[in-house]
């Protein structure tokens, strides 16, 4: 069992399968040394657990849950790196993550959202989890999605 899928288990995390596209693109890319993700939903079985904007107020996604789905997007991720590269121990680091956040007009907390997803692969991957990242207000994202992940990460 490789180191990160130790800890993984140290977590108490079981990897997903990878999601499947709902288009026409493939979930990771091997380039080199980096593996560039698209972008991750929440899908949980194959499944969304929740869908639509996130906010403070009825009939939205509340920033505490939105943050959980993110980090439920994250390990979709991760899910995606291992495919393209079989063993997790060849991630050096995690370079970049950009999260996407369905907001309602009036929320600003989109930091706090991807933070979910940010705490999630340092927990997994330790120092090398920390990165460089982008959490980004949108209208609407595919499928009524909340959230949605993408990491970059580079091999060794």
Partial sequence: MSVV????????IELPLVAAPVAA????VLDGDRVWTSGQLPFVAGELPATGK?????GLVSPEDAAH???VAALNAIAAVRSVVGDLDRVARIVK???????????????????????????????????????????????DSPVEIEVVAALR
């Avoid at 899928?5 to 108490?12: D, K, M, N, P």
């Fill in 5 to 12: 899928e130790q800890r993984l288990a140290e977590l108490g």
């Fill in 25 to 28: 693109y493939v979930p990771a």
């Fill in 54 to 58: 996130v906010g403070v107020g009825p």
């Fill in 69 to 71: 789905l993110a980090r």
């Fill in 97 to 143: 993550v950009v999260g996407f956040v369905a907001s309602d007009p009036a929320f600003t907390g989109q930091p706090g959202v991807v933070n979910g997803a940010s705490l999630l692969l340092s927990e997994v991957f330790g120092d090398a989890g920390v990165h460089a990242r982008s959490a980004v207000g949108v209208a609407v994202l595919p499928l």
